[in-house]
């Protein structure tokens, strides 16, 4: 199976291309490749900045590989605005705003999945939320969800009498699983999409300014910390990657790997033909370190 479901309409791509630090000028190229490649979930943000370029990677990508739009899903997510940086919150009316000039920039009727990106402002997200529900009611988001929310912000939808989000995009891989919280998602039929998948790798944000604040903590372990997957990537004769995405999977996460190297792009796509043992499973999952590096669940303050 290469879909998960999302609501009895909508399912989603366990294989999708992530967009994070990608430039809006090189987006499309990626996104094209992306595309090419087998890739059927693009994953941007209005907080990405790179939009029209993401837009018109999918519109030169589907008239080349003869696809339509329906054969392409699509994530974008909203900025909420965070008053302790200087920025406004956004309001129930100027979240469906964000959602239009998203739509514009990517030159889309709609997206399939829209997230608040983050949990910033406490009085704003009942209102932002609401907002996400009027956009699924217009039909511009087909599916409505959140990104790096946490328990306490989901019950505070649910206390409210609102609809719970679909799906909860959260940073998940072996450093950092959450089992709380993904035990509380799947509960609730809230889907864990997981990001910064590769965060074990060593080459994870290595060019400059794309490192996170936590790296260094979270690989305190030393240089051999990612050992385990390069013996068990020689084992299934695939790369280290492949074998944290492949771990997501089995997990029954959504993935979102990023690159613009053609060779990774494609390779990352390759993870439905081979399958972790249960015997590595279960040692990945006495590898949890905590949190993780690019979000403190309970700080955000913390974002990347």
Known sequence: MKTRTLTTDVDIPYLGFGTYLIADD??????????????????????????PGVGAGIRQALESQGLTRSDL????????????????????EST???LDQSLERLGLDYVDLYLIHAPFERDQRLAQWRGLVELKRQEKARAIGVSNFSITHIEELKAAGLPLPVANQIELHPWSQKPELVRYLND??????????????????AAEGQDSAKTDRMKADGEQADAPFKVMAAKYGVSEAQVLLRWAIQKGYPVLPKSTNPGRIRKNADIFGFGLDDKDMAAIEKMDRGDGIAWAMGDPTKAP
């Not at 987006?27 to 693009?42: F, K, L, Q, S």
């Not at 899903?73 to 129930?92: I, S, Y």
């Not at 609730?188 to 944000?205: D, E, F, K, M, Q």
């Open 26 to 51: 090189e987006v499309a190229a990626a996104v094209i490749e992306a595309i090419r490649a087998g890739y059927r979930h693009i994953d941007t943000a209005e907080g990405y900045g790179n939009e």
């Open 96 to 98: 469906v705003a964000s």
């Open 188 to 205: 609730n039929g809230i889907t864990p999409i997981a990001y910064s998948s590769l965060v074990p790798l060593s080459t994870w944000r």
């Open 73 to 92: 899903f699509v994530t974008t997510k909203l900025w909420p605005g965070n008053p302790a940086w200087g920025q406004p919150a956004k309001t129930t």
